[in-house]
């Protein structure tokens, strides 16, 4: 980081300059020494401890191009944070210039193309809870804090995907703010090729201020879980494997292993231990969710179970207890292919070595829409996958994280031999290099996104993030970071 001095009067002079600009700055301008910094520059992952010199708290796309421009013109670093659920921090950078776009969380439906026009300050439980009294939604993630900005940006799936597609399948246009301070539109009539490159490539290519999304009808959908012990792991894997190969698309699981749920209904057998977890939506019916959840337990009895018909948003936060802020995390992923007995005896055992009970693997139920032919082509791959891998080390800050950073980077290279080769972007750590991007994407991918790179943003303005540098050359192969 820059000396102290350096970086204050840095910002001091940012903040002057936004003030002063010929359109005035519409936000909130938060220094270091303001009372509320230390609030608005909390992230959901406390490992992260990055200062911003300034952080500009937006209002308008206005806003967003004049702390582009300043950010520039003064020489600071520049990052952007929608939801700050980023497990690498990015969302953060040391002595630099960070917008905050909290404050631009304004939803705009039009129930005659079943779209809403988001802006990207929204996390998806604020996105949920817009469309839900229509009777629509659009896939989004798991955990209701997390930002509509970073997990559609990069890929993104949920709950409904299986049934309506990647999050990124569901981006119709996208408004964004260029290094330059233009004000740019992208979508398949006006420019074809960053739309391409905005599903899935991040926030590599500008400051998206709002994208217009694809809704569908979903109001409630029958949902819950089953619990079991880890004894029961091996044996009820297998069968959710059965299952899945024969659900419809309206079915999605979330297997995990980790803490049990919060419930004051949990036995007490099962507090305080690590079990074997199936969440479970069905988008359907709710004789159909029934059917499945009885396929599901009928195999082996569940130690404890929670299946109803729910609002949809009321599923959305239903793991979002495994999102306490707080705390820090470090992550890795796979895309997986269809689990061996070999896999499944690896992930388990793998998974029992976990530092701390509140460490999480979770497998993402994939396949389904996106896997067929005729879905849409996007930077965001990884369609022929089986599972999505979430490899999640937490622990308290008092703690070393060494141990549980080794954890997870060994579980990964244990996974390897059953990965299919990709791992998610929006699961890479602060230490990811390129060979991790080469497995994000793939080198066709990664080329092509290169190349909008160098249109958009030749000089690497919008680098705090999964970066994808234009003209860089990747190499291929290798097992990536550790």
Excluded at 71 to 81: C, I, K, T, Y
Excluded at 134 to 143: C, E, F, K, N
Excluded at 173 to 194: F, I, K
């Amino acid at each position: 980081m820059l000396a102290d001095g350096t970086y204050l009067a840095r910002g001091t002079e940012a903040a002057a300059a936004l003030r002063g600009g010929p359109r005035p700055f519409r936000g909130e301008l938060v220094l270091p020494d303001d009372p509320g910094y230390e609030r608005v520059r909390e992230i959901w992952n406390a490992a992260i401890t990055r200062r911003p010199a300034l952080i500009a708290r937006c209002r308008d796309a206005g806003d967003v191009a004049a702390a582009v421009r300043v950010a520039r013109e003064v020489g600071l670093d520049f990052s952007v944070r929608g939801g700050g659920h980023n497990i690498a921090g990015t969302s953060l950078t040391d002595g630099g210039l960070t917008v905050d776009m909290s404050l631009m969380d304004r939803v705009e439906m039009d129930q005659d193309t079943g779209t809403a026009r988001v802006q990207l300050g929204l996390t998806w439980g604020q996105l949920d809870r817009a469309t839900h009294p229509a009777g629509l939604a659009t896939p989004g993630g798991i955990v209701s804090g997390t930002g509509v900005a970073g997990l559609a940006l990069g890929g993104g799936f949920g709950w409904l995907s299986r049934r309506y597609g990647w999050t990124c399948d569901n981006i119709r246009s996208a408004e964004l703010v260029g290094y330059d301070g233009a004000l740019l539109r992208a979508d398949p009539q006006t420019d074809s090729e960053l739309f391409w490159a905005l599903r899935g490539g991040g926030g590599n290519f500008g400051v998206v201020t709002s994208l217009t999304l694809q809704l569908h009808p979903v109001r409630h959908v029958y949902a819950g879980y089953l619990v079991y012990p880890l004894a029961d792991a091996p044996a009820m894997l297998a069968h959710c494997q059965q299952v899945m190969a024969e659900a419809d698309d309206a079915a999605c699981l979330v297997i995990g292993i980790g803490p049990p749920p919060d419930s004051p209904d949990l036995p007490a057998g099962l507090a305080g231990t690590r079990v074997f977890r199936i969440g479970l939506c069905h988008s359907g019916s709710a004789e159909a969710g029934e059917r499945l959840a009885r396929v599901l337990a009928g195999h082996r009895r569940p130690a404890f179970s929670k299946l109803s018909m729910m609002p949809y948003p009321v599923l959305q936060a239903m793991l979002d207890a495994g999102g306490v802020r707080g705390l820090g995390h470090y992550a890795k992923s796979h895309f997986l292919r269809p689990l061996d007995a070999a896999a499944i005896d690896t992930l388990l055992e793998q998974a029992g070595r976990a530092p701390a009970a509140r460490c999480r693997v979770v497998l993402h139920t994939c396949g389904g829409q996106p896997s067929r032919p005729g879905h849409p082509d996007t930077a965001f791959g990884h369609r022929e996958a089986a599972y999505n891998l979430q490899i999640d080390a937490t622990w308290g800050l008092a703690e070393d994280p060494a141990g549980y950073i080794a954890w997870a980077r060994q579980m990964w290279s244990a996974m390897l031999p059953f990965s299919d080769g990709g791992v998610y972007v929006n699961f890479l750590g602060p230490d990811a290099d390129s060979r991790d991007l080469v497995r994000a994407y793939g080198l066709d991918r990664l080329h092509r996104l290169q190349a909008v790179k160098a249109a958009y943003d030749p000089e690497n303005f919008f680098r705090s993030n999964q970066n994808i540098r234009p003209g860089t050359p990747v190499p291929a192969g290798g097992e990536g970071s550790r």
